[in-house]
């Protein structure tokens, strides 16, 4: 070995000739390794979230075959694990029940594990931000590469997207504008290859999260899943990661208040989902950078959206993919100054020489900055008497009259009663009416649930309107469009002023100063709050038990208190 070649730290477990060195080496033998990869080259752990269970990241094998052969190509020693894999279309109740779980499993399988770096496998939405999560708590060199999205979905002689053709075409059977056969045949219309959704949701935002972060390399976040370069790709980043273990080019050192304020920005111009503001917060506060609802207010708000995609807009991934991807974006955002260029990236360099010289090829797609879908299109921040610690509304995605409206609140005590009631003929509601939902934030459905984007009611689908203002401590599927306002917080569960309101009670939604005001006298909110009891049913054990007691609320990206931090990579004690 040369005398400057670095020590990596698995030599803890496979550079010592001694009873516990031939313990580590002889069981990896059983496997048909040869004695040169214990050699002293650093061991790159594959972090997969391959699941059956998880379509978006069924096809993760091969993806994991090819960053292993740019792995060996760089004379690193290839080892691939599994951790828990968060499938949003099938988990249940949600999979953001389930994010802080798999973040704990990632963490520990990296730090408890002879891994000197590590390339995260991310796709579907909650595995991001998951994996993420766990990395930065253990601050190893680490690269995510994304599954990719999904070819484009034809119906009809039109592009739908995922997700958002769902919410569309449902409420066209609500309406009468379609049949139940109808809406069935743009079922496999929709989901034609291999890949996460290919509208701008929030498995696409999160991988144009990681990379507008830097932690992925340029191209991550569009490349179609089918297509070969999403394979060359993976190449590149099995042998990327082997020189950053080399430079011990860790998490931390990308991972700083710049990159995320690129993201925040990035964010805006893409027109993405409202869960990267819980997930963006979650990951910070991991690495310790201390990012909330008042970095998202100051950067976001006044960021054009330039990407013209569903659901904001009318174009899928694959044509974001041949517009350019996000480097066109980035390179759009720098020249107008609205990004960090000086933030390093898992290049090596900084996110600038990265997209510098990125090409548009399409400008409808990709809109110059002085053309936006939406002015001012970052995630807008709200407060007020209903929401003390703030609330959040997508601009992109919702209805222009909307924006400032006063409305009389039609109240659902939970999901269950909007179920119940919804459809009722008889149910006293029009369309200046704001919906109010209670209940569904971290605590009050435990785990959070994407029930905030409420249908209306068939009876004003029937009249043709398509938009109200909806209020909510839940969250919306990122793939939802709508004047949704999200995430109040506190939650009603905590006794939040959202608890206290009561059918007929007006609301003010003022998008542009960011209010969100429950016109209600303070001495009745007094009486109110002083008849308040909290829910009953709290979990008596397990997971769910651990969920309740521990999770933050959603201004804190809904992580768990005891998770904040990063406990670095400090190698565990021998057990032999």
């Avoid at 696409?204 to 999260?209: E, F, N, V």
């Avoid at 710049?258 to 989902?273: L, T």
């Avoid at 997930?279 to 998202?296: C, E, K, N, Q, Y």
């Avoid at 007006?506 to 009486?527: A, Q, T």
Wanted: with cysteine.
């Amino acid at each position: 070995m040369s005398e400057n070649r670095r020590r990596f730290r698995s030599a803890e477990w496979y550079g010592k000739n001694d009873k516990d060195g031939f313990v580590h080496r002889s069981w990896m033998r059983n496997q048909g390794v040869p004695s040169r990869m214990f050699d002293g080259r650093p061991v790159i752990g594959i972090c997969n979230t391959w699941s059956e269970l998880t379509p978006c990241n069924a096809h993760f094998r091969t993806i994991a075959e090819h960053v292993r052969r740019g792995v060996l190509e760089a004379g690193g020693f290839p080892l691939e694990f599994p951790v828990t894999s968060l499938g949003e279309s099938n988990l249940r109740p949600t999979a953001m029940f389930l994010r802080n779980l798999a973040s704990m499993d990632v963490e520990e399988s990296i730090r408890g594990n002879p891994i000197d770096a590590v390339v995260l496998l991310c796709g579907c939405d909650k595995t991001t931000p998951s994996l993420v999560m766990g990395a930065a708590s253990v601050d190893l060199p680490t690269i995510v590469i994304s599954g990719g999205p999904m070819l484009n979905g034809h119906y009809r002689g039109r592009q739908i997207g995922s997700g958002t053709a769902v919410w569309q075409l449902s409420e066209q059977v609500k309406s009468g504008e379609i049949s139940v056969d109808d809406f069935m045949e743009a079922e496999s219309c929709m989901s034609r290859s291999a890949g996460h959704c290919m509208t701008m949701g929030t498995a696409s935002t999160m991988a144009s999260m990681v990379e507008a972060l830097g932690i992925a390399l340029p191209t991550n976040a569009a490349i179609p899943a089918v297509d070969s370069r999403r394979y060359v790709l993976a190449n590149e980043v099995g042998r990327r990661i082997v020189a950053m273990a080399h430079e011990d080019l860790r998490l931390s050192r990308i991972l700083t208040r710049k990159a995320f304020e690129n993201a925040i920005r990035v964010n805006g111009a893409i027109g993405g989902s409202t869960n990267a503001v819980v997930h963006l917060i979650a990951m910070a506060g991991r690495i310790g950078v201390d990012i909330g609802l008042d970095d998202w207010d100051r950067l976001g708000r006044d960021i054009p959206t330039i990407v013209d995609l569903q659901p904001s807009g009318r174009f899928l991934m694959e044509d974001f993919y041949y517009a350019g991807g996000l480097p066109a974006v980035m390179r759009r955002l720098g020249e107008a100054d609205h990004l960090h260029k000086d933030a390093l990236s898992v290049t090596g360099g900084t996110i600038w020489d990265g997209v510098a010289d990125a090409p548009c090829w399409n400008d409808e797609v990709i809109r110059a900055p002085d053309k936006p879908l939406t002015a001012n299109g970052g995630i807008a921040v709200l407060r007020g008497n209903l929401a003390p610690r703030g609330a959040i509304l997508k601009p992109s995605a919702a209805s222009p009259e909307l924006m400032v409206h006063r409305g009389r609140a039609v109240v659902f005590e939970t999901i269950e009663d909007y179920h119940a009631r919804i459809s009722d003929p008889d149910l006293d509601i029009d369309e200046t009416c704001v919906m109010v939902l209670k209940h569904a934030g971290p605590i009050g459905y435990p785990g959070f649930a994407e029930v905030g984007n409420m249908g209306l009611p068939p009876k004003l689908l029937k009249r043709g309107i398509r938009d109200m203002v909806r209020v909510s401590d839940g969250r919306m599927s990122g793939t939802a469009y709508g004047t949704v306002v999200l995430h109040v917080a506190p939650e009603a569960a905590m006794g939040g002023p959202l608890a206290l309101v009561r059918n007929g009670d007006m609301i003010e939604l003022d998008v542009p100063n960011g209010r969100l005001h429950l016109d209600v006298p303070e001495e009745e909110l007094d009486r109110r709050r002083e008849q308040w009891k909290p829910p009953v049913g709290k979990p008596t054990g397990g997971y769910a038990r651990l969920f309740a007691d521990h999770v933050m609320q959603a201004d804190k990206g809904a992580d768990f208190d005891f998770l904040v931090g990063s406990r670095g990579s400090v190698v565990p004690r021998e057990s032999h």
